[in-house]
T-cell receptor, first 109, second 112 residues
Framework: TQLLEQSPQFLSIQEGENLTVYCNSS?????LQWYRQEPGEGPVLLVT?????EVKKLKRLTFQFGDARKDSSLHITAAQPGDTGLYLC?????????FGTGTRLTVIP | DAGITQSPRHKVTETGTPVTLRCHQT?????MYWYRQDPGHGLRLIHY???????DKGEVSDGYSVSRSKTEDFLLTLESATSSQTSVYFC???????????FGPGTRLLVL
């Protein structure tokens, strides 16, 4: 099993603050995906990073894939209440996708 | 939306009874997956299918069986439900393990 550890597990911040969440593994992944899951719904893909050192931006969200392809981070600038949700990273194994346990983010208006 | 539905959305059952959850897609994706989501464990793969009548076990397959007789439908069966199978079950579809997975809305199952 390729373990993906996410930190912090929970994060509660005020609207307008910046934050970073992390996804770490001892295994090398060919790519990593980030999903966001809102209460009562299934996860939805935000981005896939495929190259070591890659940085991708999606509006106020910045995703980085580590040089060694073992870790990734998600930085949110000026968080908004609409960013509230569970953020999951996922990496492909031989036959399936492994998911981290997630970071539950709450943005307080 | 990826055109994926799950039924039922909520179910309460008793220990020892059989339960079948249905996943239906309209996207003609080759791969279909069943996950369970529990606090502290994230999403864990139960079974997946890579084509009609082609299925394989995931990380937590004990106590579960699946069937895929048509491209559109993937059934998850709990032959004899136990309280440890109380969870939220998600179906997902995709074109491969490295590709995007599209998730259904989930089924919340409570086994008393």
């Amino acid at each position: 099993t390729q373990l993906l550890e996410q930190s912090p597990q929970f994060l509660s911040i005020q609207e307008g603050e910046n934050l970073t969440v992390y996804c770490n593994s001892s295994s090398v992944f060919s790519s990593l995906q980030w999903y966001r899951q809102e209460p009562g719904e299934g996860p939805v893909l935000l981005v896939t990073v495929v190259t070591g050192g890659e940085v991708k931006k999606l509006k106020r969200l910045t995703f980085q894939f580590g040089d060694a392809r073992k870790d990734s981070s998600l930085h949110i600038t000026a968080a908004q209440p609409g960013d509230t949700g569970l953020y999951l990273c996922a990496g492909p194994g031989a036959n399936n996708l492994f998911f981290g346990t997630g970071t539950r983010l709450t943005v307080i208006p | 939306d990826a055109g994926i539905t799950q039924s039922p959305r909520h179910k309460v059952t008793e220990t020892g009874t059989p339960v079948t959850l249905r996943c239906h897609q309209t996207e003609n994706h080759r791969y279909m997956y069943w996950y369970r989501q529990d606090p502290g464990h994230g999403l864990r793969l139960i079974h997946y299918s890579y084509g009609v009548k082609d299925t394989d076990k995931g990380e937590v397959s004990d106590g579960y069986s699946v069937s895929r007789s048509k491209t559109e439908d993937f059934l998850l069966t709990l032959e004899s439900a136990t309280s440890s199978q109380t969870s939220v079950y998600f179906c997902a579809i995709g074109q491969g393990h490295r590709e995007t997975q599209y998730f259904g809305p989930g089924t919340r199952l409570l086994v008393l």
